[in-house]
């Protein structure tokens, strides 16, 4: 099993809908969470980071971790043109000491206006 | 000021050549990564360096050979380069997980 997997896409969504991007992880030790987003030909820049069960939220941005479904989402809310963008899930596991980040491959968004 | 830069953000060069990438963050962090982005968007880590020593060094090739002067800075240097190398290269400066990066270098072998 792939350490983090997320569905490539494309996730279409019209203007001012809730895009959801989902993630899921592998049975490690993990330790957290992040979502970055990626515009095309640009460096991936951090969106949201959860470290606990439940929700947080941030603006139109809600993170959403279930660890006992090892799962990770992503909500967008009232989403813009401006979010068309691929999304990244990443994950640090702590089992061998690693802190560095474990990306999927991202989920490319299309905000349609 | 740019937090991770990384220069060049383009480089193309023939097989067999050497080169070397240089980055550098002004955050005062103590972990800085390399990773390389492939044709297909997945994002996989290189190295790692926490104070200026190598903590991780995934399965890349011993022609890769990341160099840390001081805890702001680590170089890549990449021997005898090969058409495979051709990909987006960039590092990141990281603290509790979470990392900023630099701009990339899109390397292109031909």
């Known amino acids: 099993q792939k350490e983090v997997e997320q569905n490539s896409g494309p996730l279409s969504v019209p203007e001012g809908a809730i895009a959801s991007l989902n993630c899921t992880y592998s049975d490690r030790v993990s330790q957290s969470f992040f979502w970055y987003r990626q515009y095309s030909g640009k460096s991936p820049e951090l969106i949201m980071s959860i470290y606990s069960n439940g929700d947080k939220e941030d603006g139109r941005f809600t993170a959403q971790l279930n660890k006992a479904s090892q799962y990770v989402s992503l909500l967008i809310r009232d989403s813009q043109p401006s979010d068309s963008a691929t999304y990244l899930c990443a994950a640090t596991f702590m089992d061998t000491g690693r802190r560095a980040l474990t990306f999927g491959s991202g989920t490319r968004l299309q905000v349609q206006p | 000021d740019t937090a991770v830069s990384q220069t060049p953000k383009y480089l193309v060069t023939q097989m067999g050549n050497d080169k070397s990438i240089k980055c550098e963050q002004n955050?005062?962090?103590?972990?800085m990564y390399w990773y390389k982005q492939d044709s297909k968007k997945f994002l996989k880590i290189m190295f790692s360096?926490?104070?200026?020593?190598?903590?991780i060094n995934e399965t890349v090739p011993n022609r890769f050979s990341p160099k840390s002067p001081d805890k702001a800075h680590l170089n890549l240097h990449i021997n005898s380069l090969e058409l495979g190398d051709s990909a987006v290269y960039f590092c990141a400066s990281q603290k509790s997980g979470e990392a900023f990066f630099g701009q990339g270098t899109r390397l292109t072998v031909v």
């Open positions: 360096y926490n104070n200026k020593e190598l903590i």
């Open positions: 955050l005062g962090h103590d972990t």
